[in-house]
């Protein structure tokens, strides 16, 4: 009876040229469904069996997903445009709904935020265009596990995108950071049939680590035991990613497995002058190698100051590797989804 009631309300939303959503189509009869994830798995099945993208059903996924940063805008098949802010957060549309994406030439990294709170801190400090940069990026969060959509702009930049601009991601340091940085990556199970539309094998990790939080200062203490179903998700994820998981991360995870404790993102945050001392270090011999006049903060930088530092040396450190790739001429990169074009100069 699900089967047929989903079957007959996608029918209903090709006939009239209406999309709904997997959440709509749970609460037309909630009685029957019982569970979103009832209406949520019908829908995957029938995509896989008929091997097609949900739009194709007439269903599109609810968007939760945003970006920031002034250097992209997104062009709407009806004639709007998403603009990117550098101080606050933009909806990212549907894939469907996505005419093409307009770049500033001169971005240098994309950022892949975990959690919304991080990602609205930085969007307050300004982060997208802040001076210890080496240049303008664009920050994206999908609140946690990614939808649909913000995959789909992820999966877009990762082919699109010129090599020497890296696509990077911060996660906490448990399990389940490092699950949502292989569903970006990789691709989901449930939606296997579609790896090719949704992963981004460009993704690179840069934190946080929970290996490197004892050379930062950050003591154990500080730290968040591993619970139970915490143990249980890093072992699977080795058992089942045994093969294509990059080695790094599993010494992430067996490292994780081995100290039992965990840490969240906001951690650096609160993390104390030794590591302060660390990331400013590193930020003068970054500017020092690459002759760049930036600002450095003092010794005793703190709170989200310190977040933005940790970020900015491991950015910067990924765009100079990137530069080393072989050169790219952006005045005539262009692909069907994505068009560089020149704006105000970065400061």
């Not at 490092?178 to 949704?198: P, T």
């Not at 690179?204 to 490197?212: A, D, K, P, R």
Request: charged share 25%.
């Amino acid at each position: 009876a699900c089967l047929l009631a989903v079957t007959n309300y996608s029918h209903e939303a090709l006939v009239n040229q209406v999309p709904t959503t997997k959440r709509d189509i749970y609460y037309k009869d909630p009685g029957l469904f019982e569970k979103q994830s009832v209406v949520d798995k019908i829908v995957d099945d029938l995509a896989a069996t008929f091997d097609l993208d949900r739009s194709d059903l007439g269903v599109r996924a609810s968007s939760k997903g945003l970006f920031a940063g002034s250097g992209l805008s997104i062009h709407l098949r009806h004639g709007g445009t998403a603009m990117g802010n550098d101080y606050d957060s933009t909806l990212i549309p549907c894939d469907a709904e996505i005419s093409t994406l307009e770049i500033s030439q001169d971005i240098a990294f994309v950022l892949i935020v975990e959690k919304e709170a991080v990602f609205q801190t930085l969007c307050r400090l300004g982060f997208p265009c802040h001076p210890l940069l080496k240049g303008p990026g664009i920050l994206i969060t999908g609140k946690g596990y990614p939808d649909v959509a913000t995959r789909e702009l992820v999966n877009t930049f990762s082919k699109e995108l010129p090599r020497d601009v890296p696509i990077l991601a911060v996660v906490d340091a448990d399990p389940h950071g490092i699950e949502i940085l292989s569903v970006f990556k990789f691709g989901s199970a449930a939606m296997d049939h579609q790896r090719d539309r949704l992963a981004a094998p460009r993704i690179q990790w840069i934190g946080v680590f929970s290996s490197e939080l004892q050379s930062l200062g950050i003591p154990p203490s500080e730290t968040i035991p591993l619970t139970k179903i915490d143990h249980k998700k890093a072992m699977s994820m080795l058992r089942r990613a045994a093969d294509s998981m990059p080695r790094s991360w599993k010494r992430e995870l067996s490292h994780l497995l081995h100290s039992r404790r965990k840490a969240e993102i906001e951690i650096i945050c609160n993390a104390t002058v030794p590591a302060a001392q660390v990331f400013r270090e590193g930020l003068l011999r970054y500017a020092s190698d690459s002759h760049e006049d930036i600002s450095i903060p003092p010794t005793d930088i703190t709170g989200s100051t310190l977040l933005v530092v940790y970020l900015a040396s491991k950015i910067n450190a990924a765009i100079e590797e990137a530069k080393r790739a072989p050169s790219i001429d952006r005045d005539v990169y262009s692909q069907s989804r994505i068009d560089l074009v020149k704006k105000e100069p970065f400061s």
